[in-house]
């Protein structure tokens, strides 16, 4: 595939974690890639590993503000006169707190990212992605079919992403839109989980993953970044307005 030719993805959370190895998975493939992320920092750790022939294009900003979407989109355009790809994968699980001990603020703090960031980086790139019949793919969780004590936000939000998935299916018969959970992976929310969980959640669920977490048994970035980036070139239509986990038998040639 020529460079001229090869496709443009937009990833958000690109700085670390799951999204900058769905960044480096989507390089490794020849796609050119333009990274979001407010630490420019971390940008540029991700655009140095990729290494010189890898085509990453750092965009500095927090996605909550309405004009960044418009400039990032903008960017690809710009620097690549074409679109093919988005990937919503910045997101954070606070606050940690059952219903009861939380305000209207936090749940629209929370909301400004992990959904209404999505919606308006989503509507800036559609009428670009029709144009090349490209893929919308939205990090979701199976927090957004089961509740969780002191998830309240980040369940509501998943839910609510899912759907927002389904709909963008139904309107735009041109453009893939698929929801993954990408299974219990080894990043900062994790993190957040074992530092903050014991406090909020119920004992059970967290003793589940601070268990996962002690036994090194959390899954690396790697493996699900692989097949969301896989799905960001390839995802089929039959798999438009689903929400699938990343090792769900529909994506084994994913893989």
Known sequence: MSSAN??????????????????????????RVIGVARSKESLEQVKEEAG????????????TE???????????????????????????????????????????RHFDVNLFAVLELTREALPHLRETKGRIINLSS?????????????????AALNMFTQVVSSEEPDVVSVAIRPGVVKTEMQASIYEEGAKHMDPEEYKKFKDLRQNNA???????????????????????????????????SYH
């Open 6 to 31: 090869a496709p443009v993805v937009i990833v958000t959370g690109a700085s670390k974690g799951l999204g900058k190895a769905v960044a480096l998975k989507l390089l490794a493939r020849g796609a």
């Open 142 to 158: 199976g927090a957004a079919t089961r509740a969780y004590q002191a998830w309240g936000a980040y369940c509501a939000s998943k």
């Open 52 to 63: 010189p022939q890898g085509e990453f294009t750092c965009y500095v900003g927090n996605l």
């Open 66 to 108: 309405a004009k960044v979407a418009k400039q990032v989109v903008s960017l690809a355009l710009t620097k690549y006169q074409r679109l093919d790809g988005l990937v919503n994968n910045a997101g954070l699980l606070e606050p940690i707190r059952k219903v009861a001990d939380t305000s209207v603020d936090d749940w629209k």
């Open 218 to 252: 959390l899954l690396p970035p790697e493996v699900p970044g692989a097949v969301i980036a896989n799905l960001a070139l390839d995802a089929k239509k039959e798999l438009s307005g689903k929400f699938l986990s990343f090792d769900d038998e529909m994506l084994s």
